[in-house]
């Protein structure tokens, strides 16, 4: 019975974890408030999960863009290829920032920064962001990933910076940084998926690497529910990603910002009235 229970939680936070990467929610705070209320333990190892089945993700962006991303198609000119090359240089850049702090600040975030009440806070904070840039629209100067530059890359991966926080989305806080530099809503999103790959990648090994070098060790069960999860992480990321593209051609993230407002309040009344 308890194996049935954890491949349902499994498969509940792979769909989680699918839906939520890409839209500005916060995927890492949703897992952690489903895990709060229907735990999937130990906590060692779901510390381990949350993290790794982001990589069905991955390939998710990876089989949707192979063909964007792939600097040796054969079917690209040499021009063609040279914006690819270019494309994942600035990709690169926009790592470094998140890359540096999350590898200094990961424990911290762990221990001190994934509370309900931390999750609640970023939720409606952000989501009021959301709300006030939505209804004051700037004429985008970047419409195209051609026209990003290199210091547009740096800054944009600067603002993921603040997705080490939970409840703040990673996809969100460099949606916004994009906006910001003067992104239209679809390049600053597409932006988003891309330099989600070297940082994700790179979160879900060194939280493989550290639960093992702490002495802990994956059993065949374990192993399963983290193919399980990324398998089903994959297949739903896959739905979100073109339903979000869809989306954001024609409209704003308003909506988006009113469900963290609703979220936050519903996560602030559930932990710490009743």
Excluded at 72 to 82: H, N, P, T
Excluded at 187 to 202: C, D, K, L, N
Aim: proline content about 4%; some cysteine.
């Amino acid at each position: 019975m308890t194996s049935i229970i954890d491949i349902l939680k499994t498969l509940i936070l792979g769909i989680i974890q699918g839906i939520t990467e890409w839209l500005p929610v916060s995927s890492t705070g949703h897992m952690i408030l489903f895990n709060e209320l229907w735990p999937l333990q130990p906590e060692a190892f779901f510390d381990v999960f949350k993290v790794v089945i982001q990589f069905g993700s991955i390939l998710a962006v990876l089989v949707l863009y192979f063909n964007k991303l792939n600097p040796w198609s054969s079917k690209k000119s040499e021009a063609k290829k040279k914006q690819t090359y270019d494309l994942w240089i600035k990709v690169i850049i926009g790592c470094i920032p998140a890359g540096v702090v999350g590898l200094l600040l990961d424990d911290i975030v762990d221990k001190y920064l994934s509370a309900p009440f931390v999750i609640a806070a970023t939720l409606i904070a952000y989501g009021v962001v959301f709300i006030v840039v939505s209804k004051n629209p700037r004429k985008p100067r970047i419409t195209t990933l051609d026209q990003l530059t290199y210091k547009d890359a740096l800054k944009i991966g600067c603002f993921q910076c603040l997705a080490l926080i939970p409840g703040t989305s990673r996809s969100g806080a460099t949606i916004l940084g994009g906006m910001y530099e003067g992104a239209s809503r679809y390049v600053a999103s597409e932006f988003s998926f891309f330099i989600a790959i070297p940082i994700m990648a790179a979160a879900s090994l060194l939280k493989v690497v550290k639960f093992m070098i702490k002495g802990y060790a994956f059993s065949f069960f374990q192993v399963f529910l983290l193919l399980l999860g990324t398998l089903v992480a994959f297949v739903v990321s896959l739905i979100a990603i073109r339903t979000l593209l869809n989306y954001v051609r024609n409209h704003t993230f308003e909506v988006f910002g009113w469900y963290r407002i609703v979220l936050g309040i519903i996560v602030l009344i559930a932990f710490y009235i009743f």
